[in-house]
Every structure is written in structure tokens, then in C-alpha cells.
């Protein structure tokens, strides 16, 4: 069928131009001079430590996934409960994503000193090497997702034997979406163990230096320091990195199956509905490339033009996909292509809106934040409660913007046919449509990341400023680079958890056609209802599996699921928060060693064991990240073994509206924690060293896990729970216990 | 029809009783000595503070109940769109709920000082005086409940006319499950207003007089100190009778009303399907009542031996319970009396592991809350990181628990007729025996709620002793009643949790039966399925209006739901706690300017103005409840009309899960937090004064609103929601949006 559609070959295009143009503005970046040599010294140690850390992490992984596959294998081959492919499938996902974290972090790496050195001749050159070295990341990420489904594409189409093309275009595109799996697994451990890595070196840095030591942040004479920059890049470009990889292919993916099932019935349609989230996608990476170009600042730019210059660049690159998204939907000729393009726009918008809310919710420019700082007047505990208070209430706008997303982009779908909303036919369209605002939403990744990626290496570039003893004009320069990064990471991680909950949604949506294909698989080629009516599984709509399996808030199954689901991201949480607090712990308690047993640390005479301090914090999060990961893997498969499909879907469902939730509330509480403390230093309430600053810093040491680890672990734990429920669905119709 | 079952009559009977005695009780305890005048007179500020608050919240409460009585009124004469008895059975509800609290918080301020005054004696006396005034107020709630149900039942039995026996209990069943919406809108107003003040006045005390002036709690020196005093009646008391006087109630009508609609076809069964749950509560008061006189210690008895006095109490009552409701279901002829009769005994074991599992978390006597005090070696902020972990992990247990208890009371209902567990008749047979479960769990409440209100009594207790210069070795009695009250209300907390959980879960079930009223009260007698079957709304099955309506999992009403629900109590809480820091901060600064203005209140030659606290207190508390009174209220009346039946159940559903994993998260974070401190102070990790024990207090401030206001006004807005919903239902069937 590919060959009847030479516009198929626009996609894998489109990936190879996002990887050439990444590979042009590496080489850009790698020509920038390095500066001093203990600039060199220092962007030396944290990329070793960074590599030694990613190499441990790949090592434990590759355990994993041998484990996992040869579980799949037999499953495949052993049991025939599964489709042979699965164990392939989910081997090139994770590869792929394990690779863009690499290729993510050994550019972060490379360019942080090189952004402070372009920094001592302009700050516009400073942001201009970090953004384009963040941009790599950005166009690493998207090149690799759709170069990756075009290759499975290829292959598959060209090995799977059906007999009638429909079908078959289901059997390609729900075996795609198991690859999603690998992905999500590979994301789940760059989230998690880059998270607990980066905190605890931060807090562990934090908590002995600042607070005990009283010395400042990213001083040379902490020994914890190199740790808390190689924290960074591990944390939050590599984890960032691989999250949005996972979303990004997850929801083109989702979006392919449910396509394949909504048009079912009309061939030509079918083919069409699969390619058009693959060419929005690959229409996105274009678009974003311009919008990278279009980044641009006049020499002596202030902080709002800073701003506003990457806004641009987002800006346009989003308002161009959205009148694109007519365009191609036009051009493909879809049933309803005004309304589906509308539903894109219900995405990018969501995402839009997700991204200033929490901009509101977190700049210390606005008064949720400033009430925060205030209420250190009373001390450390009114700070935290104040926080958590901001935190909870800040998810109501996301929450609800995601609520009118998803209605919106269903209702534009089945060009609002109010009466007939919930037919089968217009369910399917309108789920795709959901689907397809996922895609929207991340079709600017290739920018969006950019910008993100952006935040670290600012940060980063910031500490090797101040470890070298750069001239305080840089530092200042690079302080304010880093203030920006701080603004773009907060509505990157707004962005991140919002497209995770689309995307999740839509894979809770395609489940249902792996159950179809799942049953299929086993030879159950026949609903029979309990009145005795029968349905050929291959033609029962998504409707039929939901009154088929009762997946109704009546069926205990699914009200326990929901249950367990809510429960497992809290329980997520806590093993990931004690898990930070278990590592710094042992940060503290080496750092305190140094500063005893070294002579002439603080007094910068002799070098603390920086080396020891990364031992510590990979040894750390190798050990803790192992349990959650486990856990958010086994659940779904026993869950399903237990309470069969309905439970299963419980589970996910649940999983979403806690987690969702959760995450946005831990991301923004984290935030603001962040910034009270920053608006303190500013001055206010007392400055510096104030008791108002010390209750602040308490506010900012709590927030560390909770948006830089358990809160952007939820957004995998979201994902991947489906993810595996998707993989294992063969598994729970064949042997589900009741 | 209640003329042929005289066994109805042992309800009304059983509800005189437990009044009866809780004014033997009440009699006895005002006969003992109220002792010194020093402590008559802090008795009587305390007093006086608590019932000027409580008419305060009770005038406010009373505009609020005219308000929505009268948009019931409307609804129901104006529009038709409601049963015309919705108005009066709000009012009854709201009505015996305020007294019950009433009559609680009156015991319980009069319970103190002679409670301090008998521990003079010795701490056996101590222990009974305290424990039988908590006794009265858990017969007070069980009584009053059950008596507001059985003469809404005879009055309803008299009035309502319908053509068949089977079709009026319906209504009956249905009409009285809306009273439980006036006990709810109260129970909120109580929980959350209550919570509000006592954590002001504790936040605020602690934060100025603990940290800031360096004197100890329940100093007299303490400006707040009388305010706090008040806090633990107006917030553990009156709260939390409210609370549980909810669950009791609404778990009873609920399973009423799913009895009724389960043995629809089998006019003979019906009946004793309605009466079993009032039955099984009537049983348990008697039984309860024994239990409260097994509770005896002999003269000079150990903390253990303490403990071990009202685990007996409460243990053999349910045990007795368990078996008793063998006998009464076999009594009655009950329909698989065997298989309900162990969903009972599925939610009474549910409720001791609950329990259980609390006292796991939250008791330094084990590991995890040592850890949270351990962890206070580095600070605050490791204090709290730990402290929320620990509560993250603590949901597990309860998750399961109440999964395990949901399955468990469905299958035995319907007989382990695991192949058919989802068909018609099983699914209301299960969903009744869900009722029963929670019935089962809250049939001890008159004795589980006297232990749970001791605790506040005891710690007033030793909050008098105190201020009045007692003798160390009476203060060293209190202090021992005192830790056993935080042992039973950290159980008694677990369990208001689960019950709510089961009681909510109840409701869910059903708000389908009083969809088919409102169907049936507009005048929609017939459901048209998209294929054209048509079924009578007055033979519709639960599963019909599942599908009839489409409550599954790819609803996206249904998954808006789901987001908006979940959203809800993330919302809830964080307006709670921002008012207790609000409300806390007025209290801080009133405390200052006493300190700063009144000359000699820290030498002690001058009485602090404690009625300005107790004001300041009770205006926070007025003012800050009711945005998030309202908000829970309007979100399923706004989600009815624009989503419809499947968004509301959707809400409920979200909220729930959500609901019920974040209330257990707050309460058991808050108890450790406080526990970590108490061990701290017993001399661990260098006991009081020391830098660790400074960091434990902050812990414990966050944790007051943890776990004294936010957590559990969770409890409520679950089952509110969900009354609000069953109360609008009609409004829903007419008017919803799409």
C-alpha cells in the first residue's frame, strides 16, 4: 500500500533532515572554543562523570530488557499469546531512545563550558550556543522518533501477510505501538535514576554547603559540586530528553492504531488516517527547524527580549503547524478534515495554555510565588505549607484545560454531531481526534525541547562560570541565562506532563485494539454477549469491547482498578522521594567526611574528592531506581492477570487522574519553592542569609525531588503502565483470572 | 408494610437505647469534680470558646441551609424536577447532625477538667472518666442516626402512595437517601471549619510560643493556648462526629436503597433487604454498648495494659458483630444469608487493618516514623521529604485493604458465582453486599467513636493540668492519657477514611437508583437504546443504565470526569491549607503584638487576652471555609449539567480514588510527623532543644493541617460529592447540556 502513497516517504524525509540539521548546529557548537583550562578541566570531569553515569544506568538497563524480552519471546514463541514482533519491537525502541538521551547529554556536555566562554564576549552569543546545542537535543529526539516508525513501518509492510489490506494495516499498526513499550522502559529509568542522580547531589550539595558551610552555590570548594553539574545533564537533559521521545512516539503511534480502526471500513480512508499523525509529525520537525532559525537576539538584548526571542521562535513554529494541519489533512483528503484540524489545534493549544499556567505558578514575577517567600516570615514550616497549598491548587487550570482539550478535539472530530456522540462510529473518530491532538500538541517538540535542553546547559554553563573564577560580568551574564532557563524548564515540564496525559489517554484508547488483536491472536474470533447476541471480533467496535467487558464505574473490577491505579502513583512517589532522601543522605555524610578529614577544602587550599562525591550519587541512584521501576511494570501485568481487562483499564484510567494530577502539583509546588527562594536572594523580605532566606531554602530542598524527580517520574509512570498493559494485553485476555 | 415486620421496631428502639445511655454517661461524668477553681475557671474559658464558634458556624450554616433549601424547593415545586420531600429530609439531616456535635462538644468541654481532676485520683479514674464522655458522644451519633433514619421511614412509610409495596420502598429507600446530603453539607462546615480553627490556633501557638518565645505547649503564658484548647473540641470532636455521623448514615440508606432495588422482583425479600443494614447498625449499638463497659483497667495499669483495656472494648464488639450478623440475616431470610453475612465480616476486618496499618505508619513505636525522626539529622527538609514519603508509601495497605474488602463483600453476595459475577441480578446482589461491607465496618461506631473522642478529652485534659499547675505527677497521668489518644485517634482517622471510601463507594451505587427516580419523576418512563431496544425505566437494570448512559472508561464525558474529580481533591486541599496558613498568620501576629504590648505575659505577672485568639480563631475559620465548602458542592451540580450522568459518575469516581489515596497520605504524613517529634523528644537523637528536635517541630507544623484539616475534610468531600450528586440527580436527567 506504501507504494501507492509516495507521501509516505515524506516522514522518514522529514526524520533525516531533523538528525542532518542537528548533526549541522553540533558541529556549530563543537567549533565554539571550550575556554580556559580550568573551564576545560571542569566541562572535562562533568562529562566523564555524565558518560561514567549514563554507561552504569545503560548497563542495569540492558539487564532489563534482556529479562523483559526473553519474557516476551516466550510469550511469542512458547505461548503464541503474543505477536512475534513484540520482542524486536521493544528492543528498537529502547535503543532509540536510549540513544537520543546519549546523543542529548554528550551535547549538553560539550557545550556548557563553551556557552560560558561564548558568554565572556556577549550574552547573545552565550544564548545563541546554548539554545542551538539544546536544539540538537530537540531535533535528536524528533529525527530518531519518526525515523524509527518509518523504518517499522517499512519493514513491517513489507513482512506481514494479511488477507485484505485493512486488516492488515491493523496488524502493522498495533504491532508499531508495542515498540512504544521499549521507549517507555529505556524513559523510565533515564527519568528515575537521572532523577534521584541530580537530587541528591543537589540537596546533598545544598544541605552541607549552603546551609552548614555556608558557602555558595556551585563553589569549587564543595565536593559535592561536580556531582550536582553532572545532576543536570543526567536528570534533566538525558530523563527530559527520553520522556518526551516516549510521548512523542507513543502518541503518533496510538494515534496510527486508532486510525486504523476508526476507518476500518473505508480502505482508502484507513491508509490516510494512519500517515496523516506521522506527516503532521514530520511537517512539525520542518516547521520547528525554521522556528530555531528564527531565534535570534540584537546584541545587548535584556531578559525580556531574551524571552521573547525564544518565544518567537515557538510561536511561529506553532501558529505555522496549525494552519499546516488543514493543509495536510486537506491534502490527504480525511473525512472531516476541518474539524480534525481543529482537534490539532485543541492540542498545541492545551499546550500553550499548560505552559503559562505554570509560568504563572512558578515566576516569582507573579504573587503566587511572592506569597510563598512572604510566608518565610514564620518560618521554614509556614514556606512548606504555603508551597504544598500553591502546588494543589495550581492543578486546577491544567486539569481543566486538558478536560476542554479532550472534548473539543473529540467534538471537532465528529463535526459536532451532539446527538450522535457516542456511536460507535463517532466514538472511534472521536478518540482518533483525541489522538490527534496529542500529536499536535507535541508536534513542535523539535523547538519546545530546544528550549527545554536549554535550561540545564545555561545552568550548567553558569557553574563552570563560577568554579573557573570567571569575571563577575560573565557570571552575570550567565546568571541571567540560567534565569531564563529557569523560566523555559518550568513550562517544559508544564508541557511535558500535559502531553503525557494526552498521550496516555490515547494509548488507553488503543489498548482496546491490541485486546482485539490479542484475542485474535488466540483464536477467539467470537464476542458472545450475555443475551446470547454474537460479534465478530474483528468487526466489534470499541463500544462492543466496553459492553463486552462491562469496562463500566459499576464493575468492581474497574472501581478497584481505579483504586490501585490512584494508589500507584502516590506509592510511585514515595519510593522515589525516599529514594533521593536515602542517596543525599549519603551525600551529606561525604561531604561532611571531606570537610573533616581533607584539611584546606573551605579554605580552597587543597581539591575536594569531586570523583567520590559522582561515585556516590550513581551508586545511589542505580540501587533506588530499581524497585519503582519494577513496581510500575508488574502492576499493569497483575493487575491484568488478576482482574482481567476491565480491572486493567481501572488501573490506567486511575493512574492517569492521580497521576496527572500529582505531577502537575509536585512540578509547580517544586517551582515555586525554587523561585521563593530566588526572590528572596533578590532582596526582598530580608536578602541573602536572612532568616527568611534560610526558611526558603528548606522551601527549595524539599521542592528538588518533587519537580525534578518524583514529579517528571509520574509522567513515565503514566505512560509506561499503558504501555505494558498494550504489550501484555495478549497475555491478560489468554489467562486473566476472572 | 412495616406493620407485618414488628422487627422493624427494634430499630427505633435500639436508637433510644444508645441515647439512653449516653445520658447515663453523660450524668455520671458531670457528677465528678470539676477540681481546683484555677482549673473550673480554663475550663470554663475553653467552653465558653468553643460554643461562641460553634453558634458562629451554625448561624453561618443556617444561611447556607436556607439557601439551598430554598433551590430545592424551586426545583421541586417550581420545575418538578425533584422528589417534594428533598427539602425537609436535607433539613432533618443537617438538623440532627448539628446536634450531635452539639451535644458532643458540650460532653467533651465538660469531660476535661474533670478528667485532669479524676487523674489526681489516679489514671484509672482518669482513663474512665475521659472514655465514658467519649462513649456519649459515640452514642449520641449512632443514636440520633438511627433515629432520624427510623422516623423517616415511618413517616415516609404513612405518606408516600404508590400502586404496588415493591415501588414505594423504592421511593422510600430513595427519598431518605437525600437526607443524607443535610448531614453532609453540615459535616462539612463542621470538618472544615473545625479543622481551619484548631490548626490556626495550633500552627500559630506553636510557631510563636514553641519556637519563637522558647515556653512550653499548654503554657498559660501562651496567648493562643485557650484557643488551641478549643481547637482539639471544635476540630476532633464536633469534625469528626459530624463525620462519622455521615458515613453512618449514609452508608446505611444507601444499602437500603440498593437492597430495594436488588429484591425489586421479590416483594417478600425486598423489605428485608431494606431493613438488614438498619438491622445489623441497631445490633451493633447494643453490642457497642457492651463494649463500652468491658473497658475497665485495674489500679495502677501500664500504657499496655491501657491500650489493651480498649482494644478489648472494641474487639470483642466486633467480634460479636460479626457473628451476630449470621443471625440476623438468617433471621431475617435473607437470600444467601451466608455469603452477606461475610461481606459484613469483610468490611469489619477491612476497618482493623486500616486501623492497623495507621498505627504501623504513624506510631513511633515502629521503624518508619523513627526514620522520619532520624532523618531530622539533617534538617527540616529532609524532615519533610521523609515524612511525605512515608505517607506516599502508607497508601498501599489501605488501597489494598478496601480493594481486597470491595471484591470480597461483591463475591460473597453473589455467592462466588464467579461466571456470571457481572449479569443484572449479580450486579445488584454485589453492589448491595459492598453496602453491607460498609455497613458491617461502621456497626461498632458507637464504641470506635468513643475511643476516637477520649483522645481530645485526654489532651485537653492535659492541657488544664497544666495551665492550672497540677502536680508533675498528675501531669505525668495526662501526659499518659494523652499519648494513648494519639495511638486510638490515629486508628480512629484510618478508619473514618476507609468507611468514608466504602460509604462513598455505596453511593456511587446508588446514584443509578436515583437516576431512575429522577427518569421516572420528569416522566421518562422508557429508555431508547441507540439499536431501538426500548426498556421500562422501572425494570431497567443497573447494567442498563450503564450502557444506556455509556459510564465506561472511553467516554470522554466519563474521562473528564475522571480528571475534573481527581482535580477536585487536589483543590480541596490546597484551599484548606492555604487558609489554615492564612488564618495561622493572624493568629502569629496577634500572639507578637501580645507579647510586644502587654508587658509581664513571659514573666508571668500579666494574663495574656486569651478571648482575642479564641475570636481570631473563630473569624479565620468562618471566613476561610467557605470557598471550598461551595466548590464542593457546585462541581457536581456543574459537572450534571454539562456532562450529564456519565460525567457525574465519572467525578465521583475520580474524586474517590484520588480522594481516598490523598486523605490516607495526609493523615498518616501528619501522624508520623507528630510522632517523629515526640520521639525525638523522649531523648532520641539528642531529645528536646536539640537542633533535631527543631527540625522535627517544623515537620509536625506542616503536619497539623495534614492531618487535622485537609485530610480529613477529604473524608467529606467525597460522600459529599456524591450526596450532592443522588440529591441533583433529577436535575441532571432534565437538564444536562450533552
Known sequence: MIANNWIFWFIPVASILALLFAWIFFRQMMKESEGTDTMKKIAQYVREGAMAYLWQQYKIVIVVFIVLCAFFAVLAYGFGVQNGWVPFAFLTGGLFSGLSGFIGMKTATHASARTANAARRSLDSGLKVAFRAGAVMGLVVVGLGLLDISLWFIVLNHFVEEATDTQKLVIITTTMLTFGMGASTQALFARVGGGIYTKAADVGADLVGKVEAGIPEDDPRNPATIADNVGDNVGDVAGMGADLYESYCGSILATAALGASAFFLQADLQIKAVLAPMLIAAVGIVLSILGIFIVRTKEGANMKQLLSALGKGVNTSSILIGLAAFGILYALGIENWIGLSFSVISGLVAGVIIGQSTEYYTSHSYKPTQKVSESGQTGPATVIISGLGLGMLSTAIPVLTISLAIIMAYLCAI????????????????????????????????????????????????????????????????????????????????????????????????????????????????????????????????????????????????????????????????????????????????????????????????????????????????????????????????????????????????????????????????????????????????????????????????????????????????????????????????????
Chains 1, 2 share one sequence.
Open 415 to 738: 463535526g459536532f454531531d451532539m446527538k450522535n456522540m457516542l456511536t460507535p462510529h463517532n466514538l472511534s473518530l472521536g478518540l482518533y481526534g483525541i489522538g490527534i491532538a496529542a500529536v499536535g500538541m507535541l508536534s513542535t517538540l523539535g523547538i519546545t525541547l530546544a528550549t527545554d535542553a536549554y535550561g540545564p546547559i545555561a545552568d550548567n554553563a553558569g557553574g563552570n562560570a563560577e568554579m573557573s573564577g570567571l569575571e563577575p560580568e560573565v557570571r552575570k551574564r550567565t546568571d541571567a541565562l540560567d534565569a531564563l532557563g529557569n523560566t523555559t524548564a518550568a513550562t517544559g515540564k508544564g508541557f511535558a506532563i500535559g502531553s503525557a496525559a494526552l498521550t496516555a489517554l490515547a494509548l488507553l484508547a488503543s489498548y482496546i485494539e491490541e485486546i482485539k488483536i490479542g484475542l485474535q491472536h488466540i483464536g477467539r474470533n467470537v464476542l458472545t454477549f450475555a443475551d446470547g447476541v454474537t460479534v465478530n471480533v474483528s468487526e466489534a467496535s470499541i463500544l462492543d469491547f466496553m459492553n463486552y467487558y462491562q469496562v463500566n464505574l459499576m464493575n468492581p473490577k474497574v472501581l478497584v482498578g481505579i483504586f490501585i491505579g490512584s494508589m500507584m502513583a502516590f506509592m510511585f512517589c514515595g519510593l522515589t522521594m525516599n529514594a533521593v532522601g536515602r542517596a543525599a543522605q549519603s551525600m551529606v555524610n561525604e561531604v561532611r567526611r571531606q570537610f573533616r578529614e581533607i584539611k584546606g577544602i573551605l579554605t580552597g587550599e587543597a581539591t575536594p574528592d569531586y570523583a567520590r562525591c559522582v561515585a556516590i550519587s550513581t551508586r545511589g541512584a542505580q540501587k533506588e531506581m530499581l524497585l519503582p521501576s519494577i513496581l510500575a511494570i508488574l502492576a499493569p501485568i497483575l493487575t491484568g492477570l488478576i482482574f482481567g481487562v476491565s480491572g486493567v483499564m481501572g488501573l490506567l484510567a486511575g493512574g492517569l487522574g492521580a497521576g496527572f494530577v500529582l505531577a502537575v502539583f509536585m512540578a509547580n509546588a517544586g517551582g515555586a519553592w525554587d523561585n521563593a527562594k530566588k526572590y528572596v536572594e533578590e532582596g526582598h523580605f530580608g536578602g541573602k542569609g536572612s532568616d527568611v532566606h534560610k526558611a526558603t531554602v528548606v522551601g527549595d530542598t524539599v521542592g528538588d525531588p518533587f519537580k525534578d524527580t518524583s514529579g517528571p517520574s509520574l509522567n513515565i509512570l503514566i505512560k509506561l503502565m499503558s504501555m505494558v498493559a498494550i504489550v501484555m494485553a495478549g497475555l491478560t485476555v489468554a489467562w486473566s483470572l476472572f
